[in-house]
């Protein structure tokens, strides 16, 4: 449903203007409080270019949207580390699940 909004942004219309690119996935990160990954995913770019964009391209194009997208950026780098425990609890609990259905279904 969010995707449809950001889809005429796909490849074509993207590639061809970079500076407005930067400035749209800066705008969708901070309206999102998005990661890199989410960004990326939304305008089928990748993580790189997000990245590039927003913290090479974007600075020079408009100091304070710049500003903005760095404190999600550092916002999202200082959580990481939880939620990647978080997903990696998620995997072993559902893993879990699957034997113990495994070995109630014999």
Not at 65 to 93: C, F, M, P, W
Not at 97 to 106: C, G, P, S, T
Request: glycine share 4%; charged share 30%.
């Amino acid at each position: 449903m969010e995707k449809k909004k950001y889809e005429k942004y796909h490849l074509g219309s993207l590639s061809e203007c970079l500076e407005e690119r930067a400035v749209l996935l800066a705008q969708y990160m901070i309206e999102h409080k998005a990661t890199v990954r989410q960004t990326a995913s939304v305008f089928g770019v990748s993580k790189s270019t997000v990245h590039k964009d927003l913290t090479e391209k974007l600075p020079v194009i408009n100091h304070a949207l710049a500003a903005q997208v760095r404190q999600v950026l550092d916002i999202n780098k200082s959580e990481r580390h939880i939620r990647g425990g978080l997903a990696t609890k998620e995997k072993y609990l559902l893993k879990e699940k699957e034997q113990e259905k495994f070995r109630n279904a014999y």
